[in-house]
């Protein structure tokens, strides 16, 4: 069975800094594309990154370019996500995923179809 935990969240200040991480059980991360989505109090989940199996690809949401690092560390089976400079309006439960086909990698990734297993989401609450 597939677990993933994510970790990292908290009360953070309007321009602080917050590291999520996922962690994996019941499946080797390194042959399948990671993704990050949010969803804030009464709003639809949005995409907020992913990272190919290999880690060579990422993609980000325009919102959070420039500003959030997705990576992966493959030898611990984790994917994480550094969120610099960070706004209200990130404010929301983070989840990680795993796409549903390994090494698999296109614009789909931005889409939450393509992940078949999630975790059960970290807060973040970012104050002004």
């Known amino acids: 069975q597939v677990q993933l935990v994510e970790s990292g969240g908290g009360l953070v200040q309007a321009g602080g800094s917050l590291r999520l991480s996922c962690a994996a059980s019941?499946?080797?991360?390194?042959?399948?594309?990671m993704g990050w989505f949010r969803q804030a109090p009464g709003k639809e989940r949005e995409f907020v990154a992913a990272?190919?199996?290999?880690?060579?690809?990422?993609n980000y949401a325009d919102s959070v370019k420039g500003r959030f690092t997705i990576s992966r560390d493959n030898a611990k089976n984790s994917v994480y996500l550094q969120m610099n400079s960070l706004k209200p309006e990130d404010t929301g439960n983070y989840y990680c995923a795993t796409d549903r086909a390994k090494t698999y990698w296109s614009s789909d990734n931005r889409m939450s179809f393509r992940y078949n297993y999630w975790g059960q989401g970290t807060q973040v609450t970012v104050s002004s």
């Open positions: 019941g499946r080797t991360l390194s042959s399948y594309t």
């Open positions: 990272i190919s199996w290999n880690g060579d690809n990422t």
